[in-house]
Protein backbone atom coordinates (compact mmCIF):
# COMPACT_ATOMS: atom_id res chain seq x y z
CA UNK A 1 0.00 0.00 0.00
CA UNK A 2 1.40 3.19 -0.78
CA UNK A 3 2.28 5.22 2.37
CA UNK A 4 2.11 8.83 2.37
CA UNK A 5 2.87 10.68 5.94
CA UNK A 6 2.94 14.15 7.44
CA UNK A 7 4.89 15.04 10.06
CA UNK A 8 2.19 16.38 12.04
CA UNK A 9 -1.58 16.26 12.44
CA UNK A 10 -1.83 19.52 14.12
CA UNK A 11 0.52 22.13 14.72
CA UNK A 12 -0.19 25.86 16.12
CA UNK A 13 2.13 28.60 15.58
CA UNK A 14 2.67 32.67 16.13
CA UNK A 15 2.18 35.17 13.65
CA UNK A 16 5.94 35.39 11.84
CA UNK A 17 6.86 32.70 12.91
CA UNK A 18 8.89 30.20 10.03
CA UNK A 19 6.79 26.88 9.52
CA UNK A 20 8.16 23.67 7.67
CA UNK A 21 5.74 21.24 6.86
CA UNK A 22 7.04 17.89 6.10
CA UNK A 23 5.88 15.13 3.76
CA UNK A 24 7.27 11.77 3.03
CA UNK A 25 5.68 9.16 0.77
CA UNK A 26 7.14 5.27 0.47
CA UNK A 27 6.28 4.43 -3.34
CA UNK A 28 8.62 5.91 -5.36
CA UNK A 29 6.55 8.45 -6.95
CA UNK A 30 8.06 11.11 -8.75
CA UNK A 31 5.32 13.80 -8.31
CA UNK A 32 3.97 15.49 -5.34
CA UNK A 33 1.90 17.91 -4.22
CA UNK A 34 0.70 20.33 -1.39
CA UNK A 35 -2.68 21.65 -1.00
CA UNK A 36 -4.82 23.79 1.02
CA UNK A 37 -8.01 22.88 1.73
CA UNK A 38 -10.78 25.53 3.28
CA UNK A 39 -14.48 25.12 4.10
CA UNK A 40 -16.38 26.67 0.98
CA UNK A 41 -13.33 26.53 -1.33
CA UNK A 42 -12.10 22.91 -1.94
CA UNK A 43 -8.68 21.75 -2.53
CA UNK A 44 -6.03 24.12 -3.73
CA UNK A 45 -2.65 23.63 -5.57
CA UNK A 46 0.05 25.43 -3.65
CA UNK A 47 3.02 23.63 -5.50
CA UNK A 48 4.09 20.77 -6.70
CA UNK A 49 7.40 18.93 -7.63
CA UNK A 50 7.44 16.63 -10.57
CA UNK A 51 11.41 15.39 -9.73
CA UNK A 52 13.99 16.40 -7.28
CA UNK A 53 14.89 19.63 -7.34
CA UNK A 54 12.27 20.48 -9.55
CA UNK A 55 9.00 22.74 -8.63
CA UNK A 56 6.44 24.50 -10.04
CA UNK A 57 3.89 27.00 -8.43
CA UNK A 58 0.35 26.33 -8.34
CA UNK A 59 -2.81 28.58 -7.88
CA UNK A 60 -2.10 30.09 -4.80
CA UNK A 61 2.04 29.95 -4.17
CA UNK A 62 2.43 33.18 -2.70
CA UNK A 63 3.66 33.15 0.89
CA UNK A 64 5.35 29.30 0.85
CA UNK A 65 8.02 27.94 -0.53
CA UNK A 66 9.18 24.27 -1.28
CA UNK A 67 11.72 21.80 -1.45
CA UNK A 68 12.62 18.68 -2.91
CA UNK A 69 15.70 17.23 -1.77
CA UNK A 70 14.99 13.71 -1.70
CA UNK A 71 12.72 11.99 -3.87
CA UNK A 72 10.18 10.65 -0.95
CA UNK A 73 10.30 14.22 0.79
CA UNK A 74 8.60 17.35 0.00
CA UNK A 75 8.47 20.53 2.15
CA UNK A 76 6.21 23.22 2.60
CA UNK A 77 7.55 26.62 4.31
CA UNK A 78 6.28 29.07 5.66
CA UNK A 79 8.59 32.14 5.70
CA UNK A 80 6.64 34.52 7.98
CA UNK A 81 3.46 32.73 8.91
CA UNK A 82 0.28 35.09 8.61
CA UNK A 83 -2.94 34.41 10.57
CA UNK A 84 -5.02 34.14 6.91
CA UNK A 85 -2.80 30.61 6.35
CA UNK A 86 -4.45 28.88 9.07
CA UNK A 87 -5.78 26.34 7.25
CA UNK A 88 -5.91 22.05 6.58
CA UNK A 89 -2.86 21.13 4.48
CA UNK A 90 -2.36 18.17 2.43
CA UNK A 91 0.32 16.69 0.67
CA UNK A 92 0.10 14.25 -2.21
CA UNK A 93 2.24 12.03 -4.58
CA UNK A 94 1.73 10.07 -7.52
CA UNK A 95 3.23 8.68 -10.48
CA UNK A 96 3.83 9.92 -13.43
CA UNK A 97 2.25 8.31 -15.74
CA UNK A 98 -0.67 5.17 -16.01
CA UNK A 99 -3.76 6.50 -13.89
CA UNK A 100 -2.08 9.57 -12.04
CA UNK A 101 -4.34 8.77 -8.98
CA UNK A 102 -2.94 11.49 -6.03
CA UNK A 103 -2.80 9.45 -3.26
CA UNK A 104 -2.85 11.81 0.00
CA UNK A 105 -1.58 12.05 3.70
CA UNK A 106 -3.62 12.54 6.87
CA UNK A 107 -2.98 15.94 6.25
CA UNK A 108 -2.16 19.01 9.13
CA UNK A 109 -4.50 21.53 10.49
CA UNK A 110 -1.89 24.75 11.03
CA UNK A 111 -3.46 27.41 13.37
CA UNK A 112 -1.35 30.41 13.26
CA UNK A 113 -2.34 32.76 15.92
CA UNK B 1 -9.46 28.26 -16.05
CA UNK B 2 -10.80 25.34 -15.73
CA UNK B 3 -13.50 24.90 -13.08
CA UNK B 4 -14.92 21.30 -11.51
CA UNK B 5 -18.16 21.95 -10.19
CA UNK B 6 -20.28 20.20 -7.54
CA UNK B 7 -23.41 20.72 -5.30
CA UNK B 8 -21.92 21.31 -2.00
CA UNK B 9 -24.37 19.42 0.07
CA UNK B 10 -26.77 15.95 -0.08
CA UNK B 11 -28.85 14.55 2.44
CA UNK B 12 -30.65 11.47 2.43
CA UNK B 13 -31.71 8.57 4.85
CA UNK B 14 -30.10 5.27 5.71
CA UNK B 15 -31.00 2.78 3.10
CA UNK B 16 -31.24 4.96 0.19
CA UNK B 17 -29.30 5.40 -2.87
CA UNK B 18 -27.39 8.58 -2.72
CA UNK B 19 -26.27 10.47 -6.14
CA UNK B 20 -23.42 12.78 -6.32
CA UNK B 21 -22.76 14.58 -9.64
CA UNK B 22 -20.15 16.59 -11.14
CA UNK B 23 -19.34 18.66 -14.26
CA UNK B 24 -16.06 19.33 -15.86
CA UNK B 25 -14.39 21.06 -18.25
CA UNK B 26 -11.24 19.16 -20.45
CA UNK B 27 -12.83 16.77 -22.46
CA UNK B 28 -8.97 15.69 -23.20
CA UNK B 29 -9.14 14.14 -19.96
CA UNK B 30 -8.38 10.49 -20.10
CA UNK B 31 -9.41 9.49 -16.28
CA UNK B 32 -11.65 11.07 -14.30
CA UNK B 33 -11.47 10.09 -10.48
CA UNK B 34 -14.00 10.44 -7.42
CA UNK B 35 -12.32 10.74 -3.81
CA UNK B 36 -13.74 10.33 -0.30
CA UNK B 37 -12.38 12.52 2.64
CA UNK B 38 -13.73 11.29 6.32
CA UNK B 39 -13.57 14.23 8.77
CA UNK B 40 -10.46 15.59 10.31
CA UNK B 41 -8.39 12.88 7.81
CA UNK B 42 -7.05 12.99 3.74
CA UNK B 43 -8.52 12.41 0.87
CA UNK B 44 -8.99 8.48 -0.37
CA UNK B 45 -9.53 7.35 -3.92
CA UNK B 46 -12.63 5.31 -3.99
CA UNK B 47 -12.75 4.46 -8.01
CA UNK B 48 -11.81 6.19 -10.99
CA UNK B 49 -13.00 5.95 -14.94
CA UNK B 50 -11.63 5.91 -17.95
CA UNK B 51 -12.87 8.34 -20.13
CA UNK B 52 -14.02 6.18 -23.25
CA UNK B 53 -16.18 4.34 -20.65
CA UNK B 54 -19.84 5.25 -19.74
CA UNK B 55 -20.16 3.48 -16.75
CA UNK B 56 -18.39 1.49 -14.07
CA UNK B 57 -19.35 -0.38 -11.19
CA UNK B 58 -17.55 -1.76 -8.15
CA UNK B 59 -19.91 -2.86 -5.10
CA UNK B 60 -22.27 -0.39 -3.96
CA UNK B 61 -20.45 2.17 -6.38
CA UNK B 62 -21.74 2.72 -9.96
CA UNK B 63 -19.92 5.68 -11.82
CA UNK B 64 -21.55 7.37 -14.88
CA UNK B 65 -19.85 9.06 -17.38
CA UNK B 66 -21.51 11.27 -19.96
CA UNK B 67 -18.68 12.95 -22.39
CA UNK B 68 -21.09 14.35 -24.45
CA UNK B 69 -21.98 17.01 -21.38
CA UNK B 70 -19.36 16.50 -19.26
CA UNK B 71 -21.08 15.03 -16.81
CA UNK B 72 -19.71 12.82 -14.05
CA UNK B 73 -22.15 11.19 -11.53
CA UNK B 74 -21.48 8.71 -8.09
CA UNK B 75 -23.86 6.35 -7.08
CA UNK B 76 -24.01 5.18 -3.64
CA UNK B 77 -26.25 2.01 -3.26
CA UNK B 78 -28.09 1.45 -0.05
CA UNK B 79 -26.68 4.17 1.95
CA UNK B 80 -24.84 3.73 5.40
CA UNK B 81 -24.07 6.21 7.83
CA UNK B 82 -20.08 5.19 7.47
CA UNK B 83 -20.80 6.84 3.96
CA UNK B 84 -21.15 10.36 5.48
CA UNK B 85 -18.23 12.13 4.63
CA UNK B 86 -16.75 14.94 1.86
CA UNK B 87 -16.92 13.85 -2.06
CA UNK B 88 -14.60 14.98 -4.18
CA UNK B 89 -14.13 14.21 -8.21
CA UNK B 90 -11.53 15.24 -10.27
CA UNK B 91 -10.44 15.09 -13.70
CA UNK B 92 -6.47 14.83 -14.88
CA UNK B 93 -5.07 17.52 -16.75
CA UNK B 94 -1.64 15.80 -17.67
CA UNK B 95 -0.03 14.67 -14.54
CA UNK B 96 -2.32 16.93 -12.21
CA UNK B 97 -5.19 16.92 -11.15
CA UNK B 98 -8.18 19.45 -10.90
CA UNK B 99 -10.58 19.03 -7.88
CA UNK B 100 -13.90 19.74 -7.69
CA UNK B 101 -15.20 21.74 -4.55
CA UNK B 102 -16.66 19.07 -2.81
CA UNK B 103 -19.81 17.78 -1.79
CA UNK B 104 -20.47 16.76 1.71
CA UNK B 105 -22.81 13.97 2.16
CA UNK B 106 -24.88 13.15 5.32
CA UNK B 107 -26.59 10.06 5.48
CA UNK B 108 -29.15 9.93 8.30
CA UNK B 109 -30.17 6.92 10.53
Sequence with gaps: DV??????????????????????????????????????????????????????????????????????????????????????????????????????????????? | GEDVEQSLFLSVREGDSSVINCTYTDSSSTYLYWYKQEPGAGLQLLTYIFSNMDMKQDQRLTVLLNKKDKHLSLRIADTQTGDSAIYFCAEDAGNMLTFGGGTRLMVKP
Design chain 1, 3 to 113: KVTQSSRYLVKRTGEKVFLECVQDMDHENMFWYRQDPGLGLRLIYFSYDVKMKEKGDIPEGYSVSREKKERFSLILESASTNQTSMYLCASSLSQGTYEQYFGPGTRLTVT
